[in-house]
């Protein structure tokens, strides 16, 4: 059984770099047809895909965060992270890291295929 765990800081100071990592279990990021995405849900608020990185390495980034975005693996350890730059206030939400058999973009957990149980990162000066 596959299964994702976020990890990173839960409170980060304006204009920091967040970094988060997600560990898959129970199956291997560089699967076949497999997508693995960061989604974050702010508070009161519905949930926002980041982006993804594909089992071969590429990346795609929402477009409205490109710019600040970053999704790296490691093969060896079977994670990939998400490098976010420059965080304000509004970028506090629960991040959730996810995979699914395709490169179609969802924002709902039953879009994919494994989700993990999400990460609290608060932006505060």
């Known amino acids: 059984q596959v299964q994702l765990q976020e990890s990173g800081p839960g409170l980060m100071k304006p204009s920091q770099t967040l970094s988060l990592a997600c560990t898959v279990s129970?199956?291997?990021?560089?699967?076949?047809?497999?997508?693995w995405s960061w989604v974050r849900q702010p508070p009161g608020k519905g949930l926002e895909w980041i982006g993804y990185?594909?089992?071969?390495?590429?990346?795609y980034y929402n477009p409205s965060l490109k710019s600040r975005t970053a999704i790296l693996r490691d093969t060896s350890r079977n994670q990939f992270t998400l490098q976010l730059t420059s965080v304000t206030p509004e970028d506090t939400a629960v991040y959730y890291c996810?995979?699914?058999?395709?490169?179609?973009?969802?924002?709902?957990?039953?879009?994919?295929?494994?989700w993990g149980q999400g990460t609290q990162v608060t932006v505060s000066s």
């Open positions: 996810a995979g699914r058999s395709d490169r179609r973009i969802g924002t709902t957990p039953q879009e994919y295929d494994y």
């Open positions: 990185i594909s089992y071969t390495g590429n990346t």
């Open positions: 129970g199956g291997s990021i560089t699967t076949d047809n497999y997508y």
